[in-house]
């Protein structure tokens, strides 16, 4: 490959073609063609895209059960319906997600609403919380939370009364008078409890509302073991929302708690990131980059591709080492034995100056006459010895190729003698042609 | 549109500026956008500096023809109608079998003039070698950013038999021409006609004394003799299933173009008429009324564009082709190749019809590599493989005695053998005035 960088003239001169003549055409698709021809692709990717999202902002929320008692979640199973009403009537209400947050947002006269669903918050942190607010609602309260806060307190098992009345002190719960049935209760041992009210009984010790005080600090902590009382399908129901409002609303400010997992205690080793330095992350991502540009540039083809058609050609000797094969494989001895036999029957043939159809007999008798051999030793190579094992057919290959050797050498021998002789027979005889035709 | 390396590892440096500025994730991942957009802004002002591709008129210079073996110099011109200094590299996208190894070439071209790239081309295939487009891919000043465009500019150079055999001509030549009167020698045959009387000198053969003009001119006066001159040679070449076998790495096709040409070539020294023709179930190529140098220009060039065809030769419409040919007596040289009794049927079957009416030699390529493995018989697996060549070879000779009995010829070398011994063939029945 080389490039001469002579003049357009010289070139021109040289060659007798003008430039500037028929523009060549291009093949490569400009920008606006392909975008035009792939059009149709492109309006189809992006229709399936805008319909994609619409559908994900028509859909949203309504399916999504979200976090169940959330305060801004309005779905059957939120609380959003009695967050907005505690709102209305002028309580502040705070949502929190962790510990942090209840420390900031309580005051010395906040309610705290704590549901725990999936058991967050170990022992102290649900004794410190205790301590934070003055009233502390606690729905659905697992055995954990019930030995901090209310260590009297047991499980009392699902309740089968058929209506659930207040029937106790507490305002709040006369206001609701009735609550929904069947949900889980509480109990209160056998006993003298004097800090202990049961509301909304289902036998005479399980309760679906109970209201312990605390002797030392004088905080109250009301304990509602059926969370259903609280979310936004039910709360419309009997006395729930009575309850609820009556139960929250005491203050002007209200925490609405729901534990997550930036609750958990962090153990162990630091982790990674906080051990390497800050620029390891995008230095990551500048090489991802580099990595795509460098895949970019190797794998952008220089043109199309181009085709060669390529002829067929197939090896000759294919069916002969085919035919070997199955030769072999069926050790067929005797077979491939007779085709060796009649290759060296015909060459001797010809050695020993017998025809191509020189009959099998005249030539296993001039064979041994020539080579001195016994008849009947050439004979058994040539046509009746039978091949019982592999051995002996490589025996009778071998002793063909000695036969054909001894018989070339035995010709050789016979012819050379005769035509010495009748060379020098003629030199003698006759005088040089040319001597005789001298004028 | 391409990216360069040169660009990539712009990319990548932009780790010291990372590293060095940012001590915290927020800091680092600042530098990284800003470092992406000064590099994404350098490549697609690049990219727009960069001359265009499109702007490049294409013209080809190329020879017609070229000899499998010998190279040729393709040229391209390019000439750059764009206002910008074009600086690319060129690809010649051709065949890979044009031999054209690295196609691709550098080239800077400023605005309205043109350049020459030219390219050695060494072909290793026969056939027509093809190249259809040129891509240009021309890289801005900073050599970041390239943009590329594929231009049509169509070309295709005919690549012809080698005719190796070209090296037995002379030695053939030369004993044709002792067959004529014009050296010392005299044969004097079936074959031959009268030439001309001419003055006894030492060596000649006495009995072509003729003694009336002997004495006529008062001196003792010879006949010379010279072959028979004008006689009609048809060359047939099987272009079916069987001349796709390749022996002794050449498909059975190429040898046999080489012996068609060795023999064309002989033939119209020795003044008789050659016509050719490559046939399977249609005409692939055909060669008629030429004679001299263009005869042999015409051969290679029609065998240049035939390729072997799997399909199985239809010997029955052979006869017809040859009478269309010619009606007179010819010799005629069918090229084939001759393997069991049960492929040559065909052949066999249509033979009497060729032999009533022509001279016939049916010439076929011999496997070396099956008589070689007839006499190796070092193990078992080598017995059994010398009986099936011993088998192979007994068919052939099966065959070809069959061949002999309908009244033709039968010529069998090896590939590198079978071309001279089929000129011998030609020269020993011409001798023996059987054309």
Same mark, same amino acid.
């Given at each position: 490959?080389?490039?001469?960088?002579?003049?357009?003239?010289?070139?021109?001169?040289?060659?007798?073609?003008?430039?500037?003549?028929?523009?060549?055409?291009?093949?490569?698709?400009?920008?606006?063609?392909?975008?035009?021809?792939?059009?149709?692709?492109?309006?189809?990717?992006?229709?399936?895209?805008?319909?994609?999202?619409?559908?994900?902002?028509?859909?949203?929320?309504?399916?999504?059960?979200?976090?169940?008692?959330?305060?801004?979640?309005?779905?059957?199973?939120?609380?959003?319906?009695?967050?907005?009403?505690?709102?209305?009537?002028?309580?502040?209400?705070?949502?929190?997600?962790?510990?942090?947050?209840?420390?900031?947002?309580?005051?010395?006269?906040?309610?705290?609403?704590?549901?725990?669903?999936?058991?967050?918050?170990?022992?102290?942190?649900?004794?410190?919380?205790?301590?934070?607010?003055?009233?502390?609602?606690?729905?659905?309260?697992?055995?954990?939370?019930?030995?901090?806060?209310?260590?009297?307190?047991?499980?009392?098992?699902?309740?089968?009364?058929?209506?659930?009345?207040?029937?106790?002190?507490?305002?709040?719960?006369?206001?609701?008078?009735?609550?929904?049935?069947?949900?889980?209760?509480?109990?209160?041992?056998?006993?003298?409890?004097?800090?202990?009210?049961?509301?909304?009984?289902?036998?005479?010790?399980?309760?679906?509302?109970?209201?312990?005080?605390?002797?030392?600090?004088?905080?109250?902590?009301?304990?509602?073991?059926?969370?259903?009382?609280?979310?936004?399908?039910?709360?419309?129901?009997?006395?729930?929302?009575?309850?609820?409002?009556?139960?929250?609303?005491?203050?002007?400010?209200?925490?609405?708690?729901?534990?997550?997992?930036?609750?958990?205690?962090?153990?162990?080793?630091?982790?990674?990131?906080?051990?390497?330095?800050?620029?390891?992350?995008?230095?990551?991502?500048?090489?991802?980059?580099?990595?795509?540009?460098?895949?970019?540039?190797?794998?952008?083809?220089?043109?199309?591709?181009?085709?060669?058609?390529?002829?067929? !050609?197939?090896?000759?000797?294919?069916?002969?080492?085919?035919?070997?094969?199955?030769?072999?494989?069926?050790?067929?001895?005797?077979?491939?034995?007779?085709?060796?036999?009649?290759?060296?029957?015909?060459?001797?043939?010809?050695?020993?100056?017998?025809?191509?159809?020189?009959?099998?007999?005249?030539?296993?008798?001039?064979?041994?006459?020539?080579?001195?051999?016994?008849?009947?030793?050439?004979?058994?190579?040539?046509?009746?010895?039978?091949?019982?094992?592999?051995?002996?057919?490589?025996?009778?290959?071998?002793?063909?190729?000695?036969?054909?050797?001894?018989?070339?050498?035995?010709?050789?021998?016979?012819?050379?003698?005769?035509?010495?002789?009748?060379?020098?027979?003629?030199?003698?005889?006759?005088?040089?042609?040319?001597?005789?035709?001298?004028? | 549109?391409?990216?360069?390396?040169?660009?990539?590892?712009?990319?990548?440096?932009?780790?010291?500026?990372?590293?060095?500025?940012?001590?915290? !994730?927020?800091?680092?991942?600042?530098?990284?956008?800003?470092?992406?957009?000064? %590099?994404?802004?350098?490549?697609?002002?690049?990219?727009?500096?960069?001359?265009?591709?499109?702007?490049?008129?294409?013209?080809?210079?190329?020879?017609?023809?070229?000899?499998?073996?010998?190279?040729?110099?393709?040229?391209?011109?390019?000439?750059?109608?764009?206002?910008?200094?074009? %600086?690319?590299?060129?690809?010649?996208?051709?065949?890979?079998?044009?031999?054209?190894?690295?196609?691709?070439?550098? %080239?800077?071209?400023?605005?309205?003039?043109?350049?020459?790239?030219?390219?050695?081309? !060494?072909?290793?295939?026969?056939?027509?070698?093809?190249?259809?487009?040129?891509?240009?891919?021309?890289?801005?000043?900073?050599?970041?950013?390239?943009?590329?465009?594929?231009?049509?500019?169509?070309?295709?150079?005919?690549?012809?038999?080698?005719?190796?055999?070209?090296?037995?001509?002379?030695?053939?030549?030369?004993?044709?021409?002792?067959?004529?009167?014009?050296?010392?020698?005299?044969?004097?045959?079936?074959?031959? &006609?009268?030439?001309?009387?001419?003055?006894?000198?030492?060596?000649?053969?006495?009995?072509?004394?003729?003694?009336?003009?002997?004495?006529?001119?008062?001196?003792?006066?010879?006949?010379?003799?010279?072959?028979?001159?004008?006689?009609?040679?048809?060359?047939?070449?099987?272009?079916?299933?069987?001349?796709?076998?390749?022996?002794?790495? &050449?498909?059975?096709?190429? !040898?046999?173009?080489?012996?068609?040409?060795?023999?064309?070539?002989?033939?119209?020294?020795?003044?008789?008429?050659?016509?050719?023709?490559?046939?399977?179930?249609?005409?692939?190529?055909?060669?008629?009324?030429?004679?001299?140098?263009?005869?042999?220009?015409?051969?290679?060039?029609?065998?240049?564009?035939?390729?072997?065809?799997?399909?199985?030769?239809?010997?029955?419409?052979?006869?017809?082709?040859?009478?269309?040919?010619?009606?007179?007596?010819?010799?005629?040289?069918?090229?084939?190749?001759?393997?069991?009794?049960?492929?040559?049927?065909?052949?066999?079957?249509?033979?009497?019809?060729?032999?009533?009416?022509?001279?016939?030699?049916?010439?076929?390529?011999?496997?070396?590599?099956?008589?070689?493995?007839?006499?190796?018989?070092?193990?078992?697996?080598?017995?059994?493989?010398?009986?099936?060549?011993?088998?192979?070879?007994?068919?052939?000779?099966?065959?070809?005695?069959?061949?002999?009995?309908?009244?033709?010829?039968?010529?069998?070398?090896?590939?590198?053998?079978?071309?001279?011994?089929?000129?011998?063939?030609?020269?020993?029945?011409?001798?023996?005035?059987?054309?």
């Amino acid at each position: 490959m080389s490039v001469t960088l002579d003049s357009a003239t010289d070139v021109a001169a040289n060659h007798g073609h003008s430039a500037g003549g028929v523009p060549t055409t291009v093949a490569t698709p400009t920008l606006r063609a392909l975008l035009r021809r792939s059009s149709f692709w492109i309006f189809a990717f992006a229709g399936i895209v805008i319909v994609a999202i619409v559908g994900v902002f028509l859909s949203g929320g309504s399916n999504a059960a979200g976090r169940a008692l959330a305060g801004d979640n309005a779905a059957p199973a939120g609380s959003m319906a009695l967050v907005e009403v505690l709102r209305q009537q002028g309580v502040t209400v705070t949502l929190a997600d962790s510990l942090v947050e209840v420390r900031d947002a309580v005051g010395a006269d906040s309610t705290v609403l704590l549901f725990d669903e999936n058991g967050y918050l170990d022992g102290d942190q649900l004794a410190e919380l205790a301590e934070l607010a003055a009233r502390t609602v606690v729905v659905a309260p697992d055995f954990l939370t019930l030995q901090a806060l209310a260590a009297t307190v047991g499980f009392g098992g699902v309740s089968d009364a058929s209506s659930l009345q207040a029937d106790c002190v507490l305002p709040a719960a006369n206001r609701a008078g009735e609550l929904l049935p069947g949900g889980d209760t509480l109990s209160i041992p056998a006993g003298e409890h004097p800090l202990v009210t049961g509301c909304f009984a289902s036998s005479t010790d399980t309760f679906s509302l109970i209201q312990v005080e605390n002797e030392a600090t004088g905080g109250i902590v009301s304990l509602v073991p059926d969370a259903r009382v609280f979310n936004n399908e039910n709360v419309t129901g009997y006395g729930n929302a009575a309850l609820a409002l009556g139960l929250l609303g005491e203050s002007d400010s209200l925490v609405w708690y729901l534990p997550t997992l930036a609750d958990l205690p962090r153990t162990g080793p630091p982790s990674l990131a906080a051990l390497t330095p800050g620029w390891v992350s995008p230095v990551a991502v500048l090489l991802v980059l580099a990595a795509v540009a460098a895949a970019f540039w190797r794998g952008r083809r220089f043109g199309p591709l181009v085709a060669e058609n390529l002829p067929v !050609t197939v090896k000759a000797s294919e069916t002969m080492e085919g035919r070997a094969r199955l030769y072999a494989r069926s050790n067929a001895r005797l077979r491939a034995l007779d085709a060796l036999r009649v290759g060296t029957v015909q060459r001797l043939a010809r050695a020993v100056g017998l025809g191509r159809l020189a009959h099998l007999e005249e030539v296993v008798g001039a064979v041994a006459q020539i080579t001195g051999g016994e008849p009947n030793q050439v004979r058994r190579v040539l046509v009746d010895a039978i091949p019982s094992s592999d051995a002996q057919l490589m025996a009778l290959s071998d002793a063909l190729q000695a036969l054909e050797q001894a018989t070339g050498r035995a010709v050789m021998a016979s012819v050379v003698p005769a035509a010495e002789a009748a060379a020098s027979a003629s030199r003698d005889s006759s005088p040089p042609p040319a001597e005789r035709m001298d004028p | 549109m391409t990216l360069s390396g040169r660009f990539v590892l712009l990319v990548a440096l932009g780790v010291v500026p990372i590293v060095w500025f940012g001590p915290d !994730t927020v800091a680092a991942t600042g530098v990284l956008f800003i470092w992406l957009g000064v %590099v994404l802004t350098l490549g697609g002002v690049d990219l727009a500096l960069a001359a265009s591709p499109r702007a490049v008129t294409v013209e080809r210079m190329l020879p017609a023809r070229v000899r499998l073996g010998e190279s040729v110099t393709s040229e391209l011109y390019l000439t750059n109608t764009g206002r910008r200094r074009l %600086v690319a590299v060129v690809r010649d996208a051709w065949q890979p079998s044009a031999g054209a190894g690295r196609n691709r070439s550098r %080239v800077a071209i400023p605005r309205g003039e043109r350049r020459l790239v030219s390219l050695t081309l !060494t072909p290793f295939r026969r056939g027509e070698r093809r190249v259809e487009q040129v891509t240009v891919r021309t890289r801005g000043p900073l050599g970041l950013w390239n943009r590329q465009a594929t231009l049509n500019a169509p070309g295709r150079i005919r690549v012809l038999p080698p005719f190796h055999a070209r090296k037995h001509l002379p030695s053939r030549i030369a004993r044709l021409k002792e067959l004529d009167g014009r050296t010392s020698v005299m044969v004097r045959g079936q074959g031959t &006609e009268f030439d001309s009387l001419r003055e006894y000198v030492r060596g000649d053969d006495v009995r072509s004394i003729d003694w009336r003009a002997t004495a006529r001119r008062n001196d003792v006066m010879v006949r010379t003799w010279r072959p028979e001159r004008d006689r009609r040679v048809v060359i047939l070449l099987d272009t079916g299933r069987t001349s796709a076998a390749r022996v002794d790495n &050449e498909p059975r096709l190429d !040898t046999a173009f080489e012996a068609a040409l060795l023999l064309a070539a002989l033939t119209s020294v020795a003044g008789d008429r050659v016509d050719f023709l490559a046939f399977d179930r249609r005409v692939r190529g055909r060669v008629q009324g030429a004679s001299g140098a263009a005869l042999l220009a015409q051969m290679v060039d029609s065998m240049a564009m035939i390729d072997p065809e799997l399909i199985e030769m239809d010997w029955a419409a052979v006869p017809g082709q040859v009478r269309s040919i010619t009606s007179q007596h010819a010799l005629v040289v069918v090229l084939t190749s001759i393997d069991a009794a049960g492929a040559s049927t065909g052949l066999l079957a249509v033979l009497p019809q060729l032999t009533k009416r022509h001279t016939v030699v049916v010439a076929s390529v011999l496997d070396p590599a099956t008589v070689l493995a007839a006499a190796t018989r070092g193990g078992r697996d080598e017995i059994y493989r010398a009986a099936a060549a011993e088998r192979a070879l007994l068919d052939v000779a099966r065959v070809s005695a069959a061949i002999r009995q309908l009244g033709a010829d039968v010529v069998t070398a090896s590939p590198a053998q079978l071309p001279p011994a089929l000129a011998d063939r030609y020269i020993a029945l011409k001798a023996a005035g059987r054309l």
